[in-house]
């Protein structure tokens, strides 16, 4: 290999909390091979933590749903516009795009004509909805890294080369909580049951779902005595969420700090939560869960007509069976959420088949050779190296 050229720059993005834990984890793995990297874009708290200095704050980014992101289009319009002058003049070494495809693939489109290297990092799913998308993505990227085992399959029934470098949530520590410290820390005895609640971690989508939690909760204290609600955020949230769970009949935990969440992960008995990434979490922690998630209902309505998979939450897809129930849109209600947490927390044979499809579920997210970072990491090297 070539001596590593000193004091290249990366330019690297993540427009939503779940990306802004891989950017770090990207980061972190980059300098181990290459300590003369800089960096520079956009990221949260933990890329930031690890050496970023965001060009505007990540939160600008985290809009979901067409009806949501609608008003925010000039805004979201100028950040694009702000994003591809840096670019333009930090002339990058590589462009490193983070999940968030709305934003992710129209800059790494703008950019295409600087001639840097692109990188784009957890593959857009269009397996799930609006497959057609995939004839846009040629010459949008030099590299294409995956999550999931079988995205590559996908892309390469398009004529397009993608790799899978292996889940980083294997490496997030979320399976080696302590659940009996987080108990004793916030006065929690053994045989309480203590639930998860997971609203989400865009500013745009937590409002939306916390109502109905709080609702849920109300049925609980009456059916689960003594219950403890957990809600575990991202810092970008928090403030939303702490507003939100205000007028809720029983004050949650709301924990931000990623050990915290991966104690109270330990101590929880279920965990209701919406789709995304934290059903991955859950899954490696070995929580017994329900997904749930209501968004506008336009956006609902225009969502069905274009899903092409069976299932919302990843794990489930992952299974390739109903392996945790989908609590979605009409089905989000108070009264049938609190009947299938209950179930979760006192039925322990449900709860134990859905353990027994998470730990086929973590085998198949392992990477090829190596830690997911590591895999990854190499590979954006490889395309510096070229």
């Known amino acids: 290999m070539a001596e590593a050229a ?18 770090a984890r990207l980061m972190a793995a980059l300098r181990r091979r290459d300590p003369t990297l800089r960096f520079a874009g956009v990221g949260g708290t933990r890329m930031e933590g690890a050496g970023l200095r965001s060009l505007f704050p990540l939160r600008d980014l985290a809009v979901m749903g067409l009806v949501e992101v609608l008003p925010r289009l000039r805004h979201l319009s100028r950040r694009l516009d702000q994003a591809v002058a840096d670019i333009a003049a930090t002339r990058p070494d590589l462009v490193v795009t983070i999940d ?24 857009p799913q269009v397996w799930a909805w609006r497959e057609h998308r995939v004839r846009e993505f ?11 085992p079988f995205e590559p399959d996908f892309f390469g029934r398009h004529g397009l080369d993608a790799l899978f470098v292996g889940h980083p949530v294997l490496q997030s520590g979320v399976d080696r909580g302590d659940g009996a410290a987080f108990r004793a820390r916030h ?12 609203p989400g971690s865009r500013r745009s989508e937590a409002p939306r779902l916390l109502p109905v939690l709080g609702r849920t909760l109300r049925i609980l204290m009456a059916t689960c005595p003594g219950i403890v609600p957990v809600v575990p955020v991202s ?5 939303v969420v702490r507003r939100g769970v205000a007028d809720w009949p029983l004050r949650p935990i709301v924990v931000t700090d990623l050990a915290e969440k991966h104690d109270a992960f330990a101590a929880a008995g279920a965990a209701l939560t919406k789709s995304g990434t934290s059903t991955l979490e859950l899954a490696l922690a070995g929580v017994p869960m329900a997904v749930t998630y209501r968004v506008n209902p336009i956006t609902a309505a225009l969502a ?24 979605l849109q009409e089905r989000c209600r108070p009264g049938l959420l609190a ?26 997210l392992a990477a090829p050779a190596g830690d997911p970072d590591d895999a990854a990491a190499a590979e954006l090297m490889a395309v510096l190296e070229r």
């Open 235 to 239: 810092p970008v949230v928090a403030d």
């Open 187 to 198: 006065g929690i005895a053994a045989d309480t049951p203590v639930l998860i609640l997971m």
């Open 138 to 148: 040629p010459g949008l990227w030099d590299r294409l890294l995956c999550l999931l």
């Open 339 to 364: 009947d299938t947490v209950h179930r979760l927390l006192t039925d322990g044979r449900s709860a134990a088949l859905q353990r027994a499809g998470f730990r086929a579920i973590a085998a198949s």
């Open 100 to 123: 968030s495809p709305g934003f992710a693939l129209r800059l790494l489109r703008r950019i295409a004509e600087l001639g840097i290297p692109r990188v784009h990092y957890v593959a």
């Open 304 to 327: 069905r007509r274009l899903i092409r998979v069976p299932y919302v939450a990843m794990v489930n897809l992952l299974a390739g069976h109903r392996l945790v129930p989908e609590l």
């Open 6 to 23: 000193p004091g290249r720059t990366v330019w690297i993005l993540a427009g939503e909390a779940s990306g802004d834990v891989l950017g």
